[in-house]
């Protein structure tokens, strides 16, 4: 499974909608509203990288609504465990 993280810059006004149009698309697990240099992050979880293509620039960046994406491959994934075994690792 790849997972790849969307940033995303939307019509301000639009918002909502687009959130929700994004949220929809078979292989966007989750998307959120954000503050910072971005409006919107959706999670996108896929099968082979050959999938990213028809989700991301597919069917994502072609949204009404939407001005830009910027998407982030994940290598790894850590659960509140793992990140605990790590930071705690040679410590009694």
Same mark, same amino acid.
């Given at each position: 499974m790849i997972t790849a993280?969307?940033?995303i810059?939307?019509?301000v006004?639009?918002?909502p909608e687009v959130a929700e149009a994004i949220a929809d698309i078979d292989g966007v697990s989750e998307v959120y509203s954000v503050t910072g240099g971005v409006d919107l992050i959706a999670m996108v979880r896929v099968r082979g990288h050959e999938d990213l293509a028809e989700v991301i620039p597919g069917r994502v960046n072609k949204v009404? &609504?939407?001005l830009s994406s910027d998407t982030h491959i994940a290598f790894h994934a850590y659960s509140n465990h793992d990140l605990e075994a790590a930071f705690?690792? &040679?410590m009694e």
């Open positions: 993280i969307v940033m810059k939307a019509d006004a639009r918002i009404p &609504g939407v705690s690792l &040679g």
